[in-house]
């Protein structure tokens, strides 16, 4: 059970840090000369798709990390430091992306389906800029989690 709770938690962590780096370093600045009725779009599609990805990463990094806290640690009490700096980081991402997901997402998605591409771009910059901080976050997790055993 431990071991596919630690899969889980992994898998969930690569495919939103992931993403984030590939959405934000490479697939931004790839689709910026395109023209604002096209790269709008493409950002809603792209998102439609990624976000749900996200949410299920989510859930299953909640389910996962407070099972291995339990199986692995004994509960709360027994944590080490980088445990619990993962855990209070990895919330405040969670709450940065229910925002992104409940805000600012939705108005872009409502702002591209009626045209108004000047909202949508508001919008999307919003979202590049959570997104920004959420990736930052999250590379500061992934080493602390890969390291934080070693201190």
């Not at 990895?90 to 389906?113: E, Q």
């Not at 590049?128 to 930052?136: A, T």
Request: proline share 4%; charged share 10%.
């Amino acid at each position: 059970m431990t071991i596919l709770a630690l899969a889980l938690h992994i898998l969930s962590a690569v495919l939103w840090v992931g993403g984030m780096l590939f959405a934000h370093q490479v697939l931004r600045p790839s689709a910026s000369p395109l023209e604002a009725a096209v790269r709008l779009p493409l950002w809603a599609r792209v998102f439609a798709r990624f976000l749900p990805m996200v949410m299920l990463a989510v859930v299953l990094l909640l389910v996962t990390g407070y099972a291995m806290v339990f199986l692995v640690f004994g509960g709360f009490g027994g944590l080490p430091l980088y445990v619990d700096l993962m855990q209070a980081i990895g919330i405040i991402m969670m709450m940065i992306f229910l925002h992104l997901f409940f805000a600012p997402w939705k108005r872009f998605r409502r702002a591209v389906a009626a045209g108004d591409l000047a909202a949508a771009g508001r919008d999307i910059e919003q979202i590049r800029m959570l997104v920004g901080v959420n990736l930052v976050l999250g590379l500061a997790v992934v080493v602390i989690a890969a390291t934080g055993r070693y201190w």
